[in-house]
């Protein structure tokens, strides 16, 4: 049974084929299909790794290079859900005996639908890692549908839901084995994916995170026993830096200044990006011992607005960022800081919005910090997004076209209003140090 493991970048429809957009590499090394590749490996299946997230291609090269697997599972999120569809399409039209299987986030928010609207034989909801040997078991015909958690199949015409199971402990996440990154395409990206947690304590309306309010962390031990065993595999990566995927990297102050510790006593030199919360910014000494391991820090600030940070679901105030810049300053980071910011929720007019950046120039003309500027943009799956689609209840293949109806009926600024302030936001640039690389702006989609 020759089983392909697939990951797929955002691509672009030119002339009816999708083209990757991907130049040279990207960001972080994908860390999900690599870690259930090591899983089906220990278990004794061969496996081959069709990583295309960190290079160019066209969809037809794919479907040329997949045609000979008898297995194909696909991991899919809302951005590369479209591509990902079409190639099981075009497949399943040159070949009428492959078995597809969908994982990923687009699979738990809409699994459902994926098996009731395109050629798929199986969708998996939730944790893949414990539900990955089973499913094959029952491919091998060696095992019950019943018994892989979190399946979605048909029987006798009809889709049946598995229950989804329960999320990994700590101590499951514990015994996962390292991910096959001995595979990973050399210098196809910048950082290698590591994580300490999973979850986040948070539920922010405009997030599509999967489990929130469910933080669960590895022991301090753990995860840095765990970063030793991935530095060979730095040299994969085009900057030998570790990024952390966590959602909440130091939501318990404790654990982070134990990983420093840690890090400290085996004398183990990396540098890592990493995510924080503004109000773990007020834990100077824990970011003074975290410093000599730190490239970089994403902070979520997301607004200086007051009733967009109670709206969207923050527990901090305006001045809680400017506190936390103070103490970074006062630890010699605040270089290290980039603040993530996001403008265009539907209360917001432009009026609020130009006070906004005004203040976040503010922020990083006052010290050495960066910041990011982000329109908003509906995630599926997310607060915001679930309300506007429970109104339209449009079919898996037009839910695109729910991000366009709602910059019609819900956006608050017109075409011009947009085009100003991204011409504001420009002047700004031109005025500040470091220009568009310490006030960046993503353009509004």
């Known amino acids: 049974m020759l089983i392909a493991l697939c990951n797929l970048t955002t691509m672009f429809y030119r002339e009816g084929n ?5 130049n040279n590499y990207r960001g972080a090394s994908p860390y999900n299909i690599y870690l259930l590749a090591a899983i089906m490996e220990q278990e004794g299946y061969e496996i081959s790794i069709k990583d295309w997230t960190g290079k160019k291609f066209e969809l037809q090269e794919i479907t040329d290079e997949l045609l000979g697997f008898d297995v194909i599972m696909m991991s899919a999120n809302s951005w590369n859900w479209y591509p990902t569809a079409c190639l099981i399409e075009k497949l399943r039209s040159v070949r009428d005996d492959q078995i597809f299987v969908v994982g990923g986030l687009q699979a738990t928010l809409f699994g459902q639908k994926i098996m009731e609207e395109y050629p798929v034989d199986y969708a998996v909801r939730g944790e893949a890692e414990k539900s990955v040997i089973p499913l094959l078991r029952l491919i091998e015909k060696k095992g019950k549908p019943q018994e892989v958690p979190g399946l979605i199949y ?64 590895l022991s301090a031990k753990t995860f840095v026993d765990r970063i030793e065993a991935y530095i060979p595999y730095l040299g994969k990566v085009s900057t030998g830096k570790f990024i952390f995927i966590d959602d909440s990297f130091i939501i318990d102050i404790k654990r982070a200044r134990e990983i420093a510790a840690i890090l400290r006593e085996r004398q183990i030199d990396i540098k890592a990006l990493w995510n924080s919360h503004v109000m773990e910014l007020f834990e100077e ?5 975290l410093d000599p391991y730190t490239d970089s820090i ?42 993530s910011f996001i403008i265009g929720f539907p209360w917001q007019n432009k009026e609020i919005i130009i006070k906004e950046i005004d203040k976040i120039y503010s922020l990083v003309s006052t010290s050495s910090a960066s910041a990011l500027i982000n329109w908003l943009v509906l995630n599926p799956g ?6 506007f689609y429970n109104k339209k209840k449009v079919p898996l293949r037009k839910y695109h076209t729910i991000y366009e109806e709602w910059k019609e009926e819900v956006f608050p600024l017109s075409a011009t209003e947009v085009e100003e302030i991204k011409s504001y936001v420009k002047s700004l640039q031109n005025s500040i140090t470091g220009g568009t690389y310490r006030l960046q702006y993503n353009v509004f989609r």
């Open 18 to 22: 999708f083209v990757s957009a991907t």
């Open 154 to 217: 048909k029987e006798n015409g009809e889709i049946r839901l598995n229950p989804v199971s329960p999320l990994m402990t700590p101590e499951e996440m514990s015994l996962l084995p390292l991910p096959l990154y001995e595979k990973l395409q050399e210098s196809a990206y910048s950082c290698l994916s590591i994580e300490s947690s999973r979850g986040c304590v948070n539920h922010c309306i405009y997030c599509s995170v999967p489990y929130q309010r469910s933080w669960r962390p």
């Open 285 to 289: 000494e824990m970011l003074t011992e």
């Open 298 to 339: 994403l902070v979520g600030a997301e607004s200086f607005h007051e009733e967009t940070l109670k709206k969207i679901g923050k527990y901090f105030k305006p001045e809680d960022i400017l506190k936390g810049t103070e103490i970074a300053i006062k630890a010699g980071i605040d270089k290290k800081l980039l603040f």
């Open 382 to 387: 997310s607060r915001i997004w679930n309300e």
